[in-house]
């Protein structure tokens, strides 16, 4: 009878009861929204370029990244920058991904959604600003970016602002290319920033 | 001080936090206070001085919820006391017994180390450091536990 007893206990209730992971998640982020708590909210989506993951703050959009950044690695970063209270909540990225499915169908020309500034500072910030500035099909230089910015001579550390850019495509960054005319670099590696540029007419398809 | 994102712990602790509260509460009612764990979590997550032992404090958290929930249903009327049937479950649940009501109604220690014995499977050691009490007393709470548990199963036959 011991054994019988303490069989039931282990096998049963927990066993045969299924846990629904995606409802809790979707609950959790609805009631963390409606209460405030959710300073960060990602979703996935899925571009030409690969999937991106969009992060989302109540001020907007704080972060785009391309696949080859680990997801953990990002949202640990944003923990300590910005917030830990970050979950999952493709809905509250659904303004964004909506408008990224438009611009690579080729029926949208810039980006109407608020952005979070926060994870870029001082003259990166500037630097990224005036970048977002860059209208579709145009495009810019290093020092044209680094003048627009305040500080002609520092177009080394434009560069390296460029390069850092948390929110690539939604800000520009793939615009601004070497007075040259060579391209440059770009933080989704080259031929993501050619792919774009063609996207937008600047390069010959 | 570094904290994990939030997501981080949903994905790592509700699966077992999840089989915690069916243990505790039943399968009715777990779904409900793994919820509330996690809101309440949520809410006092950025003041958390330390990341040490996450688990663990979900753990605190997600008890305290449960005991809410036995609570609760130690106020609510039930009818199965006056002598009727409470209405079938729609499917058939070949534990629902009235076993774990029965480990829902212990005195809240036994029940806490029946719970992490039997359905967390855990060492005695471990149940003791996360009840804050020592390994034979969590051994001992457990066995109390079952002595009660098999004293009202054997009265029922």
Not at chain 1, 21 to 47: H, K, P, V
Not at chain 1, 85 to 101: F, H, K, N, S, Y
Not at chain 1, 174 to 190: C, E, K, Q, S
Not at chain 2, 70 to 89: I, K, Q, S, Y
Request: proline share 7%.
């Amino acid at each position: 009878m011991t054994d019988e007893l303490e069989r039931r206990l282990r096998d049963a209730p927990a066993a045969s009861v299924p846990f629904d992971s995606a409802a809790l998640r979707s609950a959790l982020a609805r009631r963390a929204a409606d209460e405030g708590l959710l300073d960060i909210g990602y979703g996935t989506y899925d571009s030409p370029l690969g999937s991106l993951t969009v992060l989302v703050t109540p001020r907007g959009l704080v972060r785009l990244s391309y696949p080859g950044e680990r997801i953990e690695d990002q949202l640990q970063e944003l923990a300590d920058r910005v917030s830990p209270r970050i979950l999952r909540a493709p809905e509250r990225t659904d303004d964004v991904r909506r408008q990224l499915d438009a611009y690579f169908a080729g029926q949208r020309s810039g980006f109407d959604v608020p952005i979070d500034w926060r994870l870029v500072r001082g003259f990166a910030g500037d630097v990224l600003r005036a970048t977002a500035r860059i209208p579709f099909g145009s495009v810019s230089s290093y020092r044209e970016v680094a003048t627009a910015a305040g500080s002609p001579n520092a177009y080394r550390a434009a560069g390296n602002a460029l390069g850092s850019n948390p929110i690539p495509i939604v800000v520009p960054c793939h615009r601004v290319l070497h007075a040259g005319g060579g391209l440059g670099g770009y933080t989704g590696g080259i031929d993501r920033k050619r792919y774009l540029l063609r996207l937008e007419g600047v390069l010959d398809a | 001080m570094t904290l994990p994102p939030f997501e981080t712990l949903v994905g790592a602790h509700a699966a077992e936090l999840h089989r915690f509260l069916v243990g505790y509460v039943g399968p009715a009612e777990a779904e409900d206070c793994l919820q509330e764990t996690f809101m309440s979590a949520l809410r006092a997550y950025p003041r958390l001085r330390h990341a040490d032992n996450l688990r663990a404090w979900l753990y605190t958290i997600a008890q305290r919820k449960a005991t809410d929930a036995v609570r609760r249903r130690a106020r609510r009327p039930t009818r199965e006391l006056d002598g009727l049937d409470p209405p079938a479950p729609a499917v058939p649940d070949p534990s629902d017994d009235g076993l774990w009501r029965r480990v829902g109604a212990l005195p809240a220690k036994q029940r806490t180390a029946v719970v992490q014995r039997f359905v967390l499977d855990l060492a005695y050691l471990e149940i003791g450091t996360r009840m804050g009490i020592s390994e034979e007393a969590a051994r001992q709470n457990v066995s109390a536990g079952l002595r009660r548990l098999r004293r009202e199963v054997t009265d029922d036959r």
